[in-house]
């Protein structure tokens, strides 16, 4: 029976992915605790959740991790943050949570390259190019968003450089991205957000043709010491279009990492930094071929982490063993998978680079193809998850239609 004992923050994908990692790879369940219980995780037998309806207060979140390690003394603890606010929670407090293994940054760290402006200011020193960004630390009048003094033009994307601040302001146009048509939506947008109390810089952003078919995502792990030691690129087919869950992966077809011109400069970036654990980046190819651009670094694991277990580097393997094992290897992956959380119907569907859906639709065929919630360990003999989870794929078929129409659809 092994020691091994993984603790998550958060009940959504990314816990679950992230859990069944761990499952795959040494048999074991994982616990996790958040404010509410979430489809992804529910009635799980792999993922053993529990409601602390105030988990994102710093002093309960330390109270139940001390009381949890308490409770299983000898064991090698694992602990991950799913979302960023969780994550920068336990950056911040995780020298005293020494119970635990915990392979996220330091907290130093968390204000250079956790808030996106100050991210472009390290991006800068490693030559790692990012969208042209117009950075306001408060409301503006229109005039002063006018496309001469951006010096970039309309539409143009408007979003808040600290997420972890953005999102514990809510209000009900919320929006993960906005797209603004003019000077005087973008001031709108800009003026609507800081209303909310929301206290840091909001950028202004060049809008980089193409659609979700020209997104990138890269996941980095670095060991205890820094060294960056797995790496892995996958293309995004899909994504959420839903107001809150727009930019997240909801397809993918993993590819040649060592591919990405970005590579060596981000592996750089990462060990100039000391960084440790995962890293995780949004990155955008334009029309021009071989001209990417990085929008973000997440502190931790994304929430589409199961498309690098999919693609052969398991993700707990990586923190289990190569954490502190005094290695050097860096290894880049290479292995096409087709991942997916929606239906791979919907990805096939609404997809718009036929030859990338060709692609996904051969790996099927080849059996090499993963969908996150279709884990037969924790749907046999378990009716109720196995209902759970055929109806969460269900509603992406309406989701999809309702915020993401393809023309002729009514």
């Known amino acids: 029976m092994s020691d091994i004992v993984p603790v998550f923050l958060g009940a959504d994908l990314n816990c679950y992915n992230f859990a069944r990692a761990f499952h795959e790879a040494y048999g074991v369940e994982s616990y996790a605790f958040g404010r509410y219980p979430m489809a992804p995780t529910k009635y799980s037998r792999i993922v053993h959740f529990t409601t602390v309806p105030d988990m994102d207060n710093e002093t309960t979140m330390m109270r139940i991790l001390k009381d949890f390690a308490a409770q299983h003394t000898g064991k090698r603890l694992y602990l991950f943050g799913c979302t960023d606010d969780y994550a920068a929670m336990i950056i911040r407090r995780k020298a005293e949570l020494p119970e635990y293994i915990a392979p996220g940054p330091a907290a130093d760290l968390y204000t250079t390259v956790q808030k996106k402006a100050e991210f472009y200011e390290v991006c800068d020193k490693f030559g790692i190019p990012y969208p042209a960004t117009k950075v306001l630390t408060a409301p503006v009048d229109a005039a002063e968003l006018s496309e001469e003094k951006l010096g970039f033009g309309y539409p143009l994307i408007v979003k808040p450089s600290s997420s972890v601040d953005y999102w514990k302001f809510p209000f009900d146009s919320m929006k993960k991205v906005y797209t603004a048509h003019s000077a005087d939506e973008a001031a709108e947008i800009v003026r609507t957000v800081y209303a909310s109390g929301y206290p840091d810089k909001m950028l202004l952003q060049k809008m980089v043709p193409g659609g979700d078919d020209h997104m990138r995502v890269l996941t980095a792990f670095s060991d205890k010491s820094g060294k960056v030691r797995a790496m892995c690129l996958g293309h995004t087919m899909i994504e959420e279009h839903t107001p809150h869950g727009l930019g997240n992966h909801a397809a993918i077809v993993t590819e040649d990492t060592a591919a990405l011109p970005l590579v060596e400069n981000i592996r750089q970036m990462l060990e100039a930094c000391h960084y440790t654990g995962f890293s995780n980046f949004d990155i955008k190819c334009s029309d021009e071929p071989g001209d990417f651009r990085v929008f973000e670094i997440n502190l931790r ?49 609404y997809t718009e680079d036929p030859a990338l859906v060709r692609k996904a639709k051969a790996l099927k065929a080849a059996g090499k193809e993963k969908c996150s919630l279709l884990y037969a360990p924790d749907l046999r003999w378990n009716p109720v998850r196995y209902a759970c989870v055929l109806e969460q794929l269900r509603r992406q078929f309406k989701k999809f239609k309702t915020y993401y129409p393809k023309p002729g659809q009514n």
């Open 301 to 349: 694991q994304g929430r589409s982490n199961y498309y690098v277990t999919a693609g052969g580097m398991n993700l707990a393997r990586l923190v289990v063993e190569k954490w502190d094992d005094n290695g050097d290897d860096c290894v880049l992956n290479r292995n096409e998978v087709f991942w997916h959380h929606v239906p791979a119907q919907v990805a096939f569907t």
